[in-house]
């Protein structure tokens, strides 16, 4: 994922390609004279500590789920956008999306650094496709940043609301 630098380093991790997480530079040392610089472990371990962020529901509310999160850098400075799941495994997302669906939800193992975020119309069906996450403490992430959402308006987990959306208290 990174860019790889030069050769010639004696630590051997720009050859690897680690880029800085949070400008998105290449990490490059060879002439580093900052003795303020960061080892790259620490590097390491800015980047293991982005949880996976995974969309359930890879249809139209999906997609477009996908869309705003990917053009949110605060989103993407702390999550990575992993995929989709979806009961339809099979199904041929756009090649511009640069995601896929990584499984069904009904049969997915939640992992400790996994967060979802559902992305279905019908309550039903979500209540249906969630209850295994649910029943394995699944995190579930809210996505309310530029909306408008009235004091006493409450909000439950997993909800994603659409910028410029207004939600009043009555």
Excluded at 108 to 124: C, M, N, R, S, T
Aim: with cysteine; aromatic share 6%.
């Amino acid at each position: 994922q990174g860019i790889p630098t030069g050769a010639g380093c004696p630590r051997r991790c720009c050859q690897r390609g680690h880029i800085l997480p949070i400008i998105g530079q290449p990490l490059d040392h060879r002439h580093d004279t900052d003795t303020r610089w960061r080892p790259h472990g620490w590097i390491n371990e800015y980047r293991m500590a982005r949880k996976k962020l995974i969309i359930v529901g890879a249809g139209g509310l999906g997609r477009i789920v996908h869309d705003v999160l990917s053009r949110d850098s605060e989103v993407m400075r702390e999550y990575d956008l992993a995929g989709f799941l979806d009961t339809r495994t099979d199904l041929d997302l756009p090649a511009d999306l640069q995601a896929s669906v990584l499984g069904a939800p009904l049969s997915h193992q939640a992992l400790p650094d996994e967060v979802f975020i559902p992305a279905f119309g019908k309550k039903k069906k979500k209540k249906k496709l969630l209850a295994p996450l649910i029943k394995q403490g699944a995190a579930f992430y809210s996505y309310t940043r530029h909306a408008s959402v009235a004091a006493r308006a409450r909000l439950g987990q997993g909800v994603f609301l659409t910028p410029g959306v207004v939600i009043s208290t009555d």
